[in-house]
């Protein structure tokens, strides 16, 4: 796993609901056909290399394709201002995603997990030994985060006896959960290199 799988993991299942929900199961089924055609590759392989999904979007769309990319994914994710463009803070506006951050930030393990690793890389173990979390409940709490894209690998150690253990960090370098009658608002501050390796965020708002 990447650093940009994170960001595909959070947001490719979703992305790929809101694109059938706007273009209609038809015209996806085309860009279906045409992604496999050019790259042999599936729409959900495409969030991956989202280049090439660009490129199929823009021969059936041409330039109002970067309109219908940013349109699918603000209804996913948006910058919060045109400030925070530079600051790459995201208001998440799918539940699906807000209800997956969520459930993770109220997991007082998983929490602890995520804010330990914001900014600095660990093994699952040092992260486990470093916060007195159970190995079996903690490699369980970890596994799971990073199958939900929010604990991202970055990097590896090798030891002496030459054995390459893989180091992961948080998705994020700031969570803000804010909740104002009975609504709930996630905002969200993608690491740099998340959005450095990020097809996705650097295709459709060019940062």
């Known amino acids: 796993m990447n650093i940009m799988t994170g960001v595909t993991q959070l947001l490719?299942?979703?992305?790929?609901?809101?694109?059938?929900?706007?273009?209609?199961?038809n015209t996806v089924h085309k860009i279906q056909d045409r992604l496999f055609e050019r790259y042999g590759i599936s729409v959900t392989q495409s969030m991956e290399e989202f280049e090439k999904l660009d490129s199929?979007?823009?021969?059936?769309?041409?330039?109002?394709a970067v309109g219908l990319e940013r349109k699918f994914l603000e209804s996913l994710c948006s910058i919060k201002s045109k400030k925070d463009q530079t600051q790459k803070r995201f208001t998440i506006s799918e539940s699906a995603i807000s209800q997956s951050i969520l459930k993770a930030y109220s997991d007082d393990e998983a929490s602890k997990i995520l804010n330990a690793s914001i900014g600095e890389s660990w093994?699952?173990?040092?992260?486990?030994?470093?916060?007195?979390?159970?190995?079996?409940?903690?490699?369980?709490?970890?596994?799971?985060?990073?199958?939900?894209?929010?604990?991202?690998?970055?990097?590896?150690?090798?030891?002496?006896?030459?054995?390459?253990?893989?180091?992961?960090?948080?998705?994020?370098?700031?969570?803000?959960?804010?909740?104002?009658?009975?609504?709930?608002?996630v905002n969200v501050q993608f690491t740099q290199n998340v959005i450095d390796q990020s097809p996705i965020l650097q295709t459709v708002y060019g940062i």
Do not use: C, W
Request: charged share 30%; hydrophobic share 35%; net charge positive.
């Open 123 to 185: 093994t699952i173990l040092e992260m486990l030994e470093k916060l007195q979390i159970p190995q079996t409940s903690g490699y369980r709490k970890v596994n799971s985060l990073i199958e939900d894209g929010l604990l991202i690998k970055d990097g590896h150690e090798i030891s002496a006896s030459g054995r390459k253990t893989d180091k992961y960090k948080s998705l994020f370098d700031n969570v803000e959960i804010d909740i104002k009658n009975n609504k709930v608002t």
């Open 56 to 64: 199929v979007l823009r021969e059936f769309f041409g330039a109002g």
């Open 12 to 25: 490719a299942k979703s992305l790929e609901k809101t694109m059938l929900k706007n273009l209609g199961e």
